[in-house]
């Protein structure tokens, strides 16, 4: 399908489905627990749920493959210490949107020159409205910030690395999972070995805390965010396999209006009209971006 008027649809329902998925995973880690053992949590859970699949199901990656495999636990586990420390020192609605709306502008970028794809200067339009949009929020979010200036920045510093992250992250993913035969194969063994390394480090973290918490909420939030996390980074996988790189990573990043439809209708936080037009820009750029190629 991968190519064809079939596999471009498809792309956009399951990078619209991936977007639900991560606002869902983003408002399950939203200031509930310490940030390296709630990601912690959910390798741990990815990493036992897609051994099984990996080892037996699927088959096994050849040695292009597996060579790209190590690339990726690498440039994952920057990403998400990167993450970890952002979380650290600023907040959840200020971190998320950084992150998310530098990543679908860079990701275009790298596209453009890895694969070769082409957008039209309306979807660069819509880009530049889901990206703005995005970080407009975020700026709205820093004006209510109340903690100490230089930690805001250290976090909003790491929060941009973050988003280059998700550019590179991104684009790697989609070579690879272009490369291998089999996409299965390549996305059991991508949740098995770059899940392996941050429970271990969590784990280490845990028993440095001075007050450590309950395990067993932590570990049961882990197993939900880990078949969250199979949707969400494996339907935007899918993707990137099917259909342009670009459209699928700024679709995605749509997230952010799904996530701030869960704040208001499901944990009541308020939007306000300034917060729903922004909100109306994203989803704006998403279309302008979907229907301008």
Same mark, same amino acid.
């Given at each position: 399908?991968?190519?064809?008027?079939?596999?471009?649809?498809?792309?956009? *329902?399951?990078?619209?489905?991936?977007?639900?998925?991560?606002?869902?995973?983003?408002?399950?880690?939203?200031?509930?627990?310490?940030? !390296?053992?709630?990601?912690?949590?959910?390798?741990?859970?990815?990493?036992?749920?897609?051994?099984?699949?990996?080892? $037996?199901? =699927?088959?096994?990656?050849?040695? @292009?493959?597996? &060579?790209?495999?190590?690339? #990726?636990?690498?440039?994952?586990?920057?990403?998400?210490?990167?993450?970890?420390? #952002?979380?650290?020192?600023?907040?959840?609605?200020?971190?998320?949107?950084?992150?998310?709306?530098?990543?679908?502008?860079?990701?275009? *970028?790298?596209? %453009?020159? +890895?694969?070769?794809?082409?957008?039209?200067?309306?979807?660069?339009?819509?880009?530049?409205?889901? %990206?703005?949009?995005? &970080?407009?929020?975020?700026?709205?979010?820093?004006?209510?910030?109340?903690?100490?200036?230089?930690?805001?920045?250290?976090?909003?510093?790491? #929060?941009?690395?973050?988003?280059?992250? =998700? #550019?590179?992250?991104?684009?790697?993913?989609?070579?690879? *999972?272009?490369?291998?035969?089999?996409?299965? @194969? +390549?996305?059991?063994?991508? +949740?098995?070995?770059?899940? *392996?390394? $941050?429970?271990?480090?969590?784990?280490?973290?845990?028993?440095?805390?001075?007050?450590?918490?309950?395990?067993?909420?932590?570990? !049961?939030?882990? $197993?939900?965010?880990? &078949?969250?996390?199979?949707? %969400?980074?494996?339907?935007?996988?899918?993707?990137?396999?099917?259909?342009?790189?670009?459209?699928?990573?700024?679709?995605?990043?749509?997230?952010?209006?799904?996530?701030?439809?869960?704040?208001? +209708?499901?944990?009541?936080?308020?939007?306000?009209?300034?917060?729903?037009?922004?909100?109306?820009?994203?989803?704006?750029?998403?279309?302008?971006?979907?229907?301008?190629?």
């Amino acid at each position: 399908m991968a190519g064809t008027p079939e596999g471009a649809r498809l792309a956009t *329902i399951l990078a619209l489905v991936s977007a639900l998925a991560h606002a869902v995973f983003g408002a399950m880690q939203k200031g509930r627990y310490d940030p !390296w053992l709630t990601r912690g949590a959910i390798d741990g859970w990815l990493c036992i749920l897609s051994a099984p699949i990996a080892l $037996f199901v =699927v088959p096994w990656p050849n040695f @292009t493959t597996g &060579l790209i495999l190590v690339g #990726a636990i690498l440039v994952h586990f920057a990403y998400k210490v990167t993450m970890a420390l #952002a979380y650290e020192r600023a907040a959840y609605t200020v971190v998320y949107p950084v992150v998310r709306g530098t990543g679908p502008l860079v990701t275009v *970028i790298a596209a %453009s020159l +890895f694969f070769g794809e082409y957008f039209t200067t309306m979807q660069w339009l819509g880009v530049a409205c889901l %990206s703005g949009g995005i &970080l407009l929020l975020a700026v709205r979010n820093i004006a209510e910030e109340v903690i100490d200036p230089r930690t805001l920045k250290l976090g909003l510093l790491w #929060a941009l690395v973050g988003g280059c992250l =998700v #550019a590179i992250y991104t684009t790697y993913d989609a070579y690879g *999972i272009r490369q291998t035969p089999d996409p299965f @194969t +390549f996305l059991a063994w991508f +949740f098995f070995v770059t899940a *392996i390394d $941050f429970p271990l480090l969590a784990s280490w973290h845990y028993k440095r805390l001075k007050v450590q918490p309950t395990l067993g909420p932590l570990v !049961w939030r882990g $197993f939900v965010g880990a &078949l969250i996390a199979w949707i %969400s980074f494996g339907g935007v996988l899918l993707a990137t396999r099917l259909d342009k790189v670009g459209e699928a990573a700024v679709l995605r990043e749509t997230s952010v209006v799904f996530a701030a439809l869960i704040g208001w +209708f499901i944990m009541g936080e308020k939007v306000g009209p300034r917060r729903l037009f922004l909100m109306c820009l994203v989803a704006l750029g998403a279309v302008i971006v979907e229907m301008g190629g």
